[in-house]
């Protein structure tokens, strides 16, 4: 049972573009939504959170947006840089529990 | 700098060979949780240590697998009769002082032959 889907493996974006990374859930308790993005061999970073009280969280180039209604956000990365490259993970977890459920991750080519 | 470190970076292990994996957390933050990545998959939850509270142990795929916090601090994830499904990357992360944002080690790099 997959709470939180990222159903693209892999996404190619040409540098100064934006990307668009999407995530889906199934679970209505999830009140708090994350991004990770992972280098190989590193451990993930976190990268931005949204508050299901919210619909909208910027900080510099990454924005997180939520669509309760149709369990949905997604990461927008605009100017999208070489440096982006990375597998981006979703998480959600829901209030009360500390663990956090992840996606399966997308790969984000930054194409020069 | 400061940071969950993990060891080993990388364990090769015999199929029926027990293992130990360390995690050693920034000192001050009371929760530690493990999980695991297996190839192409998302991390998978498998355990949660907080304070002096029981762990939350709901993840633990199989009794096979186990783990420790001493002191509240260093922990060690145990997998006993290791099967070659084990093989993973197995990554500890600690828990930040904003809602839910943990911070991650570099994690350790199962391969069960």
């Known amino acids: 049972d997959q709470q939180v889907k990222q159903n693209s493996p892999s996404l190619s974006v040409q540098e100064g573009r934006i990307s668009i990374l999407n995530c889906d859930y199934t679970n209505s308790m999830f009140d708090y939504f994350l991004w990770y993005k992972k280098y190989p061999a590193e451990g993930p970073t976190f990268l931005i959170s949204i508050s299901s009280i919210k619909d909208k969280n910027e900080d510099g180039r990454f924005t997180v947006f939520l669509n309760k209604s149709a369990k949905h956000l997604s990461l927008h990365i605009v100017p999208s840089q070489p440096g982006d490259s990375a597998v981006y993970f979703c998480?959600?977890?829901?209030?009360?529990?500390?663990?956090?459920?992840f996606g399966q991750g997308t790969r984000l080519t930054i194409n020069p | 700098g400061a940071g969950v470190s993990q060891s080993p970076s990388n364990k090769v292990t015999e199929k029926g060979k027990d293992v130990e994996l360390r995690c050693d957390p920034i000192?001050?933050?009371?929760?530690l949780y493990w999980y695991r990545q297996s190839l192409g998959q998302g991390l998978e939850f498998l355990i949660y240590?907080?304070?002096?509270?029981?762990?939350?142990k709901s993840g633990l795929p199989s009794d096979r697998f186990s783990a420790e916090r001493t002191g509240g601090s260093v922990s060690t994830l145990t997998i006993q009769r290791t099967q070659q499904e084990d093989s993973a990357v197995y990554l500890c992360?600690?828990?930040?002082?904003?809602?839910?944002?943990?911070?991650f080690g570099p994690g350790t790099r199962l391969t069960v032959l």
């Open positions: 000192s001050g933050h009371t929760a």
């Open positions: 998480a959600a977890s829901a209030w009360g529990a500390q663990k956090l459920v």
């Open positions: 240590f907080q304070g002096n509270s029981a762990p939350d």
């Open positions: 992360a600690q828990g930040g002082a904003a809602n839910n944002e943990q911070f």
